[in-house]
């Protein structure tokens, strides 16, 4: 089983400011295939990318991923408001398909 | 617009049973593998099971294995967990979540139904 970690568990930043999320896996993701979801308090997560870097329908470009092997980031290039939120990378590259603990980027 | 609507969770005492619905609609039910995702209490998502579009091939994980099983209806368009021989570690909110035509990650989710099992 492929153990995925973020880091950092929380991230204080003001609105306007850059987010890097980090995920690493304990073995190589084939193919590069690794999606980010955003999960708001109470609702449901939301799709962001997909194949490391493939965006979702509807996912504003300031949201951007990269990546292959062990390593992959997220990066927000300017937190909105609602962008505050759980960021949790999941990988589907083997079985059985396993997330990430989550990054919670929070109001600094 | 794609909608996936859970329902049948609650509290259960430990070595009880329960039924997980999702009613889904926006979308050609059969075409699509689906999944459970489940997420306990301030913990990380955790993939539960999935089907096959046609119901033919089913996975679960090893936690559940045995216990829990997946099905559909496809006529009613509604995706089913039965969960069996529950314990207090299967506590969690289950989601229910539509896989990619091409590849095995999640593009729609409901908002999931929360199962307690307490005494």
């Known amino acids: 089983e492929i153990v995925l970690t973020q880091s950092p568990g929380i991230l204080s930043l003001s609105p306007g400011e850059r987010a890097t999320l980090s995920c690493r896996a304990s073995?190589?993701?084939?193919?590069?295939?690794l999606a980010w979801y955003q999960q708001r308090p109470g609702q449901a997560p939301r799709l962001l990318l997909y194949g490391a870097s493939n965006r979702a329908t509807g996912i504003p470009d300031r949201f951007s991923g990269s990546g292959s092997g062990t390593d992959f980031i997220l990066t927000i290039s300017r937190l909105e408001p609602e962008d505050f939120a759980v960021y949790c990378c999941q990988q589907y590259g083997s079985s059985p398909l396993t997330f990430g603990g989550g990054t919670t980027v929070e109001i600094k | 617009e794609v909608l996936l609507l859970e329902s049948g969770g609650g509290l259960v005492q430990p070595g009880g049973s329960l039924r997980l619905s999702c009613a889904v609609s926006?979308?050609?039910?059969?075409?699509?593998?689906m999944s459970w995702v489940r997420q306990a209490p301030g913990k990380g998502l955790e993939w539960v099971s999935v089907i096959t579009g046609s119901g033919e091939s089913t996975h679960l994980a090893d936690s559940v294995q045995g216990r829990f099983s997946i099905s559909r209806d496809n006529s009613r368009n509604t995706l089913y967990l039965q969960m069996n021989s529950l314990s207090v570690e299967d506590t969690a909110k289950y989601y229910c979540?539509?896989?990619?035509?091409?590849?095995?990650?999640?593009?729609?989710w409901g908002q999931g139904t929360l199962v307690t099992v307490s005494t």
């Open positions: 926006g979308f050609t039910f059969s075409n699509y593998v």
């Open positions: 073995q190589s993701v084939r193919s590069g295939f």
């Open positions: 979540a539509k896989v990619d035509g091409s590849a095995y990650f999640f593009d729609f």
